[in-house]
């Protein structure tokens, strides 16, 4: 689930190692837009078998718009309560998609995506955004990854 030529260790560890990286990255910077470039490029060399990781932010109070990504370019606004992004923003509540083509509203910004996880961010009881990695297999998220991104997505953030 990781990438072999950076991560060599057990998922477990690989995941310890990038969140250890990912403090690095954001230690003694706040600025969001910073943050989230850098979060968004290790998740995406983190993680293989995706297609996408990125942000989207909170634009008012019932919008989500696109921040910083790695990935084919996507869908720059989506209302809260909209596709999965739309849903996990909505309820504050991590959603991990298996099959995102039987999820109903399915925004489909890239076609090759197959299964989604998005995870809310959330500071002092205000939603943030939310974390989106999109895979172009089914079933590509378990409840490891669910576990340990929402780790990083606090270490995030704790750093903002």
């Avoid at 606004?77 to 109903?104: M, S, Y």
Wanted: aromatic fraction near 6%.
């Amino acid at each position: 689930m990781f990438n072999v030529e950076l991560y060599k260790g057990t998922r477990e560890e690989n995941y310890k190692l990038a969140t250890s990286q990912l403090k690095a990255l954001l230690h003694d910077e706040k600025n969001l837009i910073a943050n989230l470039s850098n979060a968004s490029a290790l998740l995406n060399q983190l993680l293989d078998r995706i297609n996408w990781a990125g942000f989207y932010l909170m634009d008012g109070e019932s919008e989500l718009v696109l921040g910083p990504f790695q990935g084919l370019p996507a869908c720059v606004r989506i209302p809260l309560g909209k596709g999965v992004c739309g849903k996990a923003a909505q309820e504050r509540v991590t959603v991990r998609v298996e099959d995102v083509h039987q999820f109903p509203g399915h925004i489909a910004c890239d076609a090759a995506s197959q299964s989604e996880i998005v995870i809310p961010l959330i500071k002092d009881g205000k939603l943030l955004g939310v974390l989106d990695i999109d895979s172009p297999e089914k079933n590509r998220f378990d409840e490891v990854d669910q576990e340990k991104l929402e780790e990083m997505v606090n270490v995030i953030v704790e750093a903002l």
